[in-house]
């Protein structure tokens, strides 16, 4: 399962998508990193299919099981890793750096989605869908 981190490079925070080695296989690449300053909202998403948009380019979706990679559609691009019966942190972003939303699910998706939005100091910007659940 993909980790969420939070790192400092020079005078900046970045959020770090870390993926597991075969997530890493199927995406192939091993981390996504968007400035934390690029983040306009996190939220948590119990169904984790709603978080997928769009029509996969890379990567791979198993239906019913999960999905990772990036998934085109009108406003950009999305990168996904997302599993099954597993909440989803949904992050989306302001400009396309080079994805307009992440959708990762991590062994503490409430705890990350509070944190992100400590982070982010305030209470997380305004979110496009309600999570349910």
Same mark, same amino acid.
């Given at each position: 399962?993909?980790? /969420?981190?939070? %790192? $400092?490079? =020079?005078? +900046?925070?970045? #959020?770090?998508? $870390?993926?597991?080695?075969? %997530?890493? /296989?199927? =995406?192939?690449?091993?981390?996504?990193?968007? @400035? !934390?300053? *690029?983040?306009? +909202? +996190?939220? /948590? %998403?119990?169904?984790?299919?709603?978080? #997928?948009?769009?029509?996969?380019?890379?990567? $791979? &979706?198993? @239906?019913?099981?999960? &999905?990772?990679? %990036?998934? *085109?559609? @009108?406003?950009?691009?999305?990168?996904?890793?997302?599993?099954a019966?597993?909440?989803?942190?949904?992050?989306? !972003?302001?400009?396309?750096?080079?994805?307009?939303? #992440?959708a990762?699910?991590?062994?503490?998706? =409430?705890? +990350?989605?509070?944190? #992100?939005?400590? !982070?982010?100091?305030?209470?997380?910007?305004?979110?496009?869908?309600? =999570?349910?659940?």
């Amino acid at each position: 399962m993909a980790q /969420l981190d939070v %790192e $400092r490079w =020079a005078d +900046a925070r970045t #959020l770090v998508v $870390r993926l597991s080695w075969r %997530e890493t /296989l199927i =995406a192939r690449r091993r981390a996504v990193r968007v @400035p !934390l300053s *690029e983040v306009r +909202a +996190a939220g /948590l %998403e119990h169904d984790w299919w709603r978080a #997928l948009r769009g029509t996969p380019v890379t990567g $791979r &979706c198993r @239906p019913g099981r999960f &999905c990772v990679g %990036e998934r *085109e559609h @009108p406003l950009g691009r999305d990168f996904v890793a997302v599993r099954a019966g597993a909440p989803a942190v949904v992050v989306d !972003l302001r400009h396309p750096v080079p994805f307009v939303r #992440l959708a990762v699910s991590v062994p503490d998706a =409430a705890g +990350a989605v509070a944190t #992100l939005r400590r !982070l982010l100091g305030r209470d997380g910007g305004a979110y496009g869908f309600v =999570a349910s659940g």
